[in-house]
């Protein structure tokens, strides 16, 4: 068996998969490893990246986090990024509009233990009948209590729990969207129902939101870049790998021998990478996130930094001036395939700053663009299959998509890169 200080790792896609992967080699190898990351971008971070808009330099999509990011947060400590630098911690609240009325405003409390909170919280829900408050609690009671089968979407689950109309569209529509990017017709109910009993019904630090201050390449891309550099990791940026071979003892990269090969991309590139065809690769569907930015001359006053629209094209819309101290300047998040995604920019804009004025009495914006990620996430969809490995010994899988039990989230890249590196090292130490 060749040994640790001779192993050579390729680790395919700078994204935070690749980006936790390669941390975590060098966090538990017992001996030192020569580590190359190859990254087919200008950055590190994937699709949590910045991109540049006129004279601004911006998010290619609205992101946040959330206390239940346990990995995320043990790979900033790693990589020494401090947390109040680059994040704003606030109890859970989610807060939505229509028109200049505040619709449902859902807020857990601060102290007390956590279902007693979680008893509060669904019980004093503003916008909401006495009728609307139970059929909530009796459907947190459901998510809390009952098995929720692989095959149930969650408008069948909404149905089942006699969830109103007003209150799928004041509450679970812009919840599910933010959190799956899957209509609610086709979205996992299982992976949703994980996904709040992790966060908002864990625990009082679990539940946090984590609103993001500073620009995305600054929570990940560029702390880690430093470190694995410092670390001895080798950093090929800009550099695409177009095929990947299986051999004896290892595998090679466009013809370079590894003993071990982390393929951290999404999975359309991953399957075209591998000259091997990979038996039984699940046709995989993928959503777009639209943001629209827009600047205007004041701050347009948000009742909080994070607010949605109940049955607008917007679903959700973040106070920049507020978060990352950019003066006027508002992101507009619209997920989920739609007529949207026909229109020009200009028919987009039109749309959403109406319905910005319409919310929040606001003026016409001084400036404004569209960023569209086609491909933002996988579709979350029920009964999705989730391929486990691949048949080669020294090839490995990493990315969002691989956990099962988790949407397209920062958290699920980071864990899948972590749990890539640990079955690699399991077999080599």
Known sequence: MVGMENLRVAIIGGGWAGISAAATLLRHASRPLQITLFEAGKQLGGRARNVQLDQ???????????????????????????????????????????????????????????????????LTVQGLSL?????????????????IS????????????????????????????????????????????????????????????????????????????????????????????????????????????????????????????????????PQWGYHPIATVYCRYAEQVKLPCPMVGIAGG??????????????????????????EHLSWSQDELIRHVTTEISACFAAPQPLWARVVVEKRATFACVAGREVPQSTPWPHIYLAGDYLIADYPATLESAVRSGKLAATQLLNQYQ
Request: aromatic residues 8%; charged residues 10%.
């Open 131 to 147: 009728p609307e408050c139970w059929a909530l609690m009796r459907a947190i009671g459901a998510l809390l209590t009952q098995p």
């Open 313 to 338: 094209l917007g679903q959700w819309v973040f106070d920049r001036q507020s978060l990352y101290g950019e003066n006027g300047m508002i992101a507009v998040v619209i997920s989920g395939p739609g």
């Open 150 to 281: 692989s095959h149930l979407t969650v408008a069948q689950w909404l149905a089942q729990t006699r969830q109103t109309p007003h209150l799928i569209r004041k509450l679970w529509e812009p919840l599910v969207l933010a959190a799956l990017n899957t209509p609610l017709s086709t979205a996992s109910m299982r992976v949703f129902a994980q996904v709040l009993r992790d966060s908002v019904f864990a625990g009082a630090s679990a539940s946090d939101l984590l609103l993001p201050t500073q620009p995305l390449s600054a929570l990940l891309a560029l702390p880690a870049l430093s470190f694995l550099q410092q670390n001895g990791v080798s950093c090929c940026l800009q550099q695409r790998v177009k095929r990947v071979q299986a051999v004896e003892q290892g595998a090679l990269v466009d013809g370079v021998f590894y003993h071990a090969v982390i393929v951290a991309t999404a999975p359309q590139h991953t399957a075209a990478l591998l000259t091997q065809p990979l038996p039984d690769w």
């Open 56 to 122: 601004y330099v911006l998010d290619n999509g609205q992101h946040i986090l959330m206390g239940a990011y346990h990995d995320t947060l043990q790979l900033w400590q790693q990589l020494g990024v401090i947390e109040h630098e680059v994040v704003r911690r606030q109890p859970f609240c989610l807060q939505v509009v229509q028109g200049q009325q505040t619709v449902l405003k859902y807020q857990l409390p601060t102290s007390g233990p956590h279902w007693w909170r979680l008893l509060q919280a669904g």
